[in-house]
């Protein structure tokens, strides 16, 4: 009897390269019979609850409350400063501003407004 079994991945967002490449070798990984250490990363059925989770939802919470952190013209996350790079990063989608309020990356489609 033959079974015939359909495996798919999706949804890569920004990191569609590197996340596509390491889901083509689990795949591949998991047709040939073979182990995987990070195929439970990418389970469907993996567990988001992590002790990260529960930080990022107290940093969005703290962030929300505090009106003088620059917001995210995209849907309003607080913004984080990024020594590293001079960048204003939002921690919600990605979108990246220059210490300017310049528009780096989407998909926040504004430039970020000045703090006052
Ligand atoms: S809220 Fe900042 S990118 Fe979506």
Request: aromatic share 8%; with cysteine.
């Amino acid at each position: 009897m033959c079974i015939f079994t359909l495996k798919t991945t999706n949804t890569f967002n920004k990191w569609g390269m590197t996340n596509a490449m390491a889901a083509a070798e689990i795949l591949c990984d998991l047709i040939c019979g073979k182990d995987n250490p990070y195929a439970s990363v990418f389970s469907p059925s993996r567990s988001i609850l992590r002790p990260q989770l529960l930080l990022n939802a107290f940093e969005t919470s703290v962030g929300l409350i505090t009106p003088t952190v620059p917001r995210c013209p995209h849907l309003g996350c607080a913004l984080k400063y990024n020594p590293a790079e001079h960048t204003w990063d939002c921690p919600c989608h990605g979108s990246r501003f220059t210490e300017d309020g310049e528009l780096i990356d989407n998909p926040a489609t504004d430039d970020r407004k000045p703090i006052k």
